[in-house]
């Protein structure tokens, strides 16, 4: 092979070179820290503010609601603790296949006493059950509903509307992750019944350890990261300007192309479905992979095979870069817990593929291939 294939997309992104030429001026010249009155603070400052003014107009909602974070389990967990200690929250309701950062995040604050957890039961098509969301809501006040907007692992997505209409119909705050889709869906915030929202760049070809947490008007929440007023009070600490440069230019430059874009990834994931259907007996997806999934994941799994322990080794010999399930659980011997909440006692092998927007259809054709040849 004669180049690595990228199929990763949704641990993380590479950097748009759009994004690089918008981020090397600042980076060279605008060095001014953005909390100092004299001339060069008074240009970053300028800067900063211009580029959350981009994100606002880009999502719906004004630029008092957005606060820059460091990525999305920032964003996440000022959403979780601030809610639980702020505004009165004493039942926080999600699922069991919600990212870490908020799964762990609402353990430890029910471990703590702080909060009632209820993880909602997941269908057998790995969607969460809005019918139990409900009847939770009917019988408890004071509640936090923290769903995902897609799963990172196996790409389901959410009904927004209903979530967000249930919540409102029984007075209970809505935090939504959207760490997957951000960039990859539009977004009106000022029409939507979310509370708190969470982003972070590098998921949309923006740079790594900068994200964002949208909080809604009139949420009257306190930092979790003290030491400084930046971000109007609630996120201590010099603010990343680089990074919020590069990821506004990254959600300016998703949207601008977001028709093509999506049209493209969503043609690369058919023609994987496709291909393998085709070339490897037995194969199946995980979730629902040909319904209401994000277009840019597409979870695999594979028949029981003497290759499957070594699968994502294999691949990554051969030049192709995958992932088991979230990058954010690499290194853990304990597997993913969406899979073993979808199959605990599959002896399959999972593997997810994540499309991005400089894939080709070649990437996806030589990656078929190399699979039938251990499989077919």
């Not at 820290?33 to 959350?52: I, Q, Y």
């Not at 300007?241 to 949207?255: F, P, R, T, V």
């Not at 990834?265 to 629902?288: C, T, V, W, Y």
Request: charged share 20%; aromatic share 6%.
């Amino acid at each position: 092979m004669d180049k690595r294939i990228y199929l990763d997309n949704a641990a993380t992104s590479p950097l748009d070179p759009e994004v690089i030429e918008a981020m090397i001026p600042v980076m060279r010249e605008h060095y001014g820290n953005p909390s100092s009155t004299h001339a060069h603070g008074r240009k970053a400052k300028g800067m900063l503010e211009e580029a959350r003014g981009t994100v606002a107009k880009l999502i719906g909602c004004s630029p008092a609601e957005i606060f820059f974070t460091s990525g999305g389990t920032e964003a996440d967990n000022l959403a979780l603790r601030s809610a639980v200690k702020d505004l009165g929250v004493k039942h926080i309701i999600s699922s069991p296949i919600e990212h870490h950062a908020v799964l762990h995040t609402a353990e430890e604050l029910a471990h703590a006493g702080l909060a009632e957890l209820h993880l909602l039961p997941i269908l057998p098509n790995g969607h969460v059950d809005l019918a139990a969301l409900e009847s939770i809501l009917q019988n408890h006040s004071n509640c936090l509903v923290s769903l995902m907007h897609a799963n990172n692992e196996i790409g389901n997505l959410l009904d927004l509307s209903r979530v967000s209409s249930l919540c409102q119909q029984y007075g209970a705050l809505f935090h939504c992750d959207t760490v997957q889709t951000m960039g990859h869906y539009p977004f009106n915030l000022a029409e939507m019944g979310i509370d708190f929202l969470a982003g972070a760049a590098h998921k949309f070809n923006g740079p790594k350890g900068v994200g964002f947490a949208y909080v809604r008007k009139g949420r009257k929440i306190s930092p979790q990261i003290t030491g400084g007023a930046q971000e109007r009070e609630l996120r201590g600490g010099t603010e990343n300007i680089y990074g919020a440069i590069g990821l506004a230019k990254a959600l300016e430059i998703s949207y601008r192309d977001l028709d093509h874009k999506s049209q493209h990834i969503e043609g690369l994931k058919s023609r994987m479905i496709q291909k393998l259907k085709s070339e490897i007996p037995g194969i199946a997806f995980n979730g629902d992979a040909e319904g209401n999934s994000l277009y840019t994941v597409l979870s695999v799994s594979f028949p029981a095979h003497e290759v499957g322990p070594m699968l994502l080794f294999n691949l990554d010999l051969a030049g192709i870069s995958a992932s088991g399930g979230s990058a954010c659980s690499a290194g853990s011997n304990a597997g993913s817990h969406v899979i073993r909440c979808l199959n605990p006692q599959t002896d399959r092998t999972t593997v997810r593929f994540s499309f991005g927007k400089f894939n080709t259809e070649n990437d996806i054709d030589a990656t078929v291939a190399k699979l039938k040849e251990w499989y077919a």
